[in-house]
């Protein structure tokens, strides 16, 4: 199915790093999504964009949806131990999301 | 955000069995449910869409036969594996939204068929 272009896909950092990934496509989406899964868990919502051009943050997060609405990039400011794990944009069309690859996060403390 | 349960969280069978697992929006009214599959280290792939009342839709390879959806209700929506086999293990995940609104992901589920 189709997929969204997510980099990097893994990422080595030093806790107190800041962290920065971005997601493209070919489609244009109305909606960009970034979630965050923990191992054996589902997805949970980090945030959420509606408009072109966007920038919303949450705490540490920020997250901007592309003007052109086919890419979205999320910024982590001074990562902690906790920001581990796989981190996932999603676009959304008419209903249904469709994910990128994700980004698996891993921090030395 | 909105709570989604699912249950079993892990569930063990044997080959040729079926396995049926629920998915639950706590809080709202989910007039659609999706169900998802990921496979280790792989992103979730859509399976079906459900709406309520309605027959879901399946995404182009999946067997609608093997992978039963019954969304009867705002709150419920259960997933029946069929005469599972060991290429069916993996984590279902189910998510609820309501109105064009935004999915919210329940807790997964970890099938393993021996």
């Known amino acids: 199915g189709q997929q969204l272009n997510q980099s990097p896909q893994s990422m080595f950092i030093q806790e107190g790093e800041d962290v920065s990934m971005n997601c493209t496509s070919s489609?244009?989406?109305?909606?960009w999504l970034w979630y965050k899964q923990d191992p054996g868990e589902g997805p949970v919502l980090l945030i959420a964009?509606?408009?072109?051009?966007e920038l919303t943050s949450n705490g540490r997060l920020t997250a901007q949806f592309g003007i052109t609405r086919k890419d979205s990039f999320l910024n982590i400011s001074a990562s902690i131990p906790s920001d581990v794990g796989i981190y996932f944009c999603a676009g959304r069309g008419a209903q249904k999301l469709v994910f990128g690859q994700g980004t698996r996060l891993t921090i030395n403390p | 955000g909105a709570v989604v349960s699912q249950h079993p969280s892990r569930v063990i069978c044997k080959s040729g069995t079926s396995v049926k697992i629920e998915c639950r929006s706590l809080d709202f009214q989910a007039t659609t449910m999706f169900w998802y599959r990921q496979f280790p280290k792989q992103s979730l792939m859509l399976m079906a869409t459900?709406?309520?009342?309605?027959?879901?839709?399946?995404e182009q390879g999946v067997e609608k036969d093997k992978f039963l959806i019954n969304h009867a209700s705002l709150t419920l929506s259960t997933l029946t594996v069929t005469s599972a086999h060991p290429e069916d293990s993996s984590f279902y995940i189910c998510?609820?939204?309501?109105?064009?609104?935004?999915?919210?992901f329940g807790p997964g589920t970890r099938l393993l068929v021996l």
């Open positions: 459900s709406n309520e009342g309605s027959k879901a839709t399946y």
């Open positions: 964009l509606y408009k072109a051009g």
């Open positions: 489609s244009i989406f109305n909606t």
């Open positions: 998510s609820a939204s309501s109105a064009q609104e935004t999915q919210y």
